[in-house]
T-cell receptor, first 117, second 109 residues
Framework: GAVVSQHPSWVICKSGTSVKIECRSL??????MFWYRQFPKQSLMLMAT?????????EQGVEKDKFLINHASLTLSTLTVTSAHPEDSSFYIC?????????????FGPGTRLTVT | QKEVEQDPGPLSVPEGAIVSLNCTYS??????FMWYRQYSRKGPELLMY????GNKEDGRFTAQVDKSSKYISLFIRDSQPSDSATYLC?????????FGTGTKLQVIP
């Protein structure tokens, strides 16, 4: 199966600082990338969807100025959490979707655990 | 009504049991169907995908799709403690993939 990597796998930052998380699709071209957030014992919550070269589409309730998404190439997307606060502490997971044969497949990265102190 | 419904569980079974995980959906535009497994503190891992009605088998796992009933299942044979995880169904159309909320499975040795 395809591989999606995320970096860093975990990060601790102080309140008010910004954190950037990278997501890379390693062996396929991701026409669409998704960013999810997952709180403990809860399901994935879609934050935003981005197509390569286009602005991201954010889900209702997600602040686009706080969670900056860049999808500059078919293999790289970044999520920057600006002015992070303790309530932003969560598990952030990216997902990449690309076309294989006649259908789309979607793969997840391993996740990034963000702790804001 | 949610587009995809999945029982959150938890589901506890003894080791060696056959596990049946299910999802129903309402959007007839879904064209392909996937099952993911997520261990605690890890990203979801794609287990199975299929884009037609019927069964698809891979080792101990069988994915079943019934488009007429809008119902999909994942069967796990000879379940192992290492199968303990949350299982998410997902369904996709042209541009959109919708996930179920996940079923937590615990296989007891």
């Amino acid at each position: 199966g395809a591989v999606v990597s995320q970096h860093p796998s975990w990060v601790i930052c102080k309140s008010g600082t910004s954190v950037k998380i990278e997501c890379r699709s390693l062996d396929f071209q991701a026409t669409t990338m998704f960013w999810y957030r997952q709180f403990p014992k809860q399901s994935l919550m879609l934050m935003a969807t981005s197509n390569e070269g286009s602005k991201a589409t954010y889900e209702q309730g997600v602040e686009k100025d706080k969670f900056l998404i860049n999808h500059a190439s078919l293999t790289l997307s970044t999520l920057t959490v600006t002015s992070a606060h303790p309530e932003d502490s969560s598990f952030y997971i990216c997902s990449a979707r690309g076309r294989r044969d006649s259908h789309y497949e979607q793969y997840f990265g391993p996740g990034t655990r963000l702790t804001v102190t | 009504q949610k587009e995809v419904e999945q029982d959150p569980g938890p589901l506890s079974v003894p080791e060696g049991a056959i596990v049946s995980l299910n999802c129903t959906y309402s959007n007839s535009a879904f064209q392909y169907f996937m099952w993911y497994r997520q261990y605690s503190r890890k990203g979801p891992e794609l287990l199975m995908y299929t884009y037609s009605s019927g069964n698809k088998e891979d080792g101990r796992f069988t994915a079943q799709v019934d488009k007429s009933s809008k119902y999909i299942s994942l069967f796990i044979r000879d379940s192992q403690p290492s199968d303990s995880a949350t299982y998410l169904c997902a369904m996709g159309g042209y541009q959109k993939v919708t996930f179920g909320t996940g079923t937590k499975l615990q296989v007891i040795p």
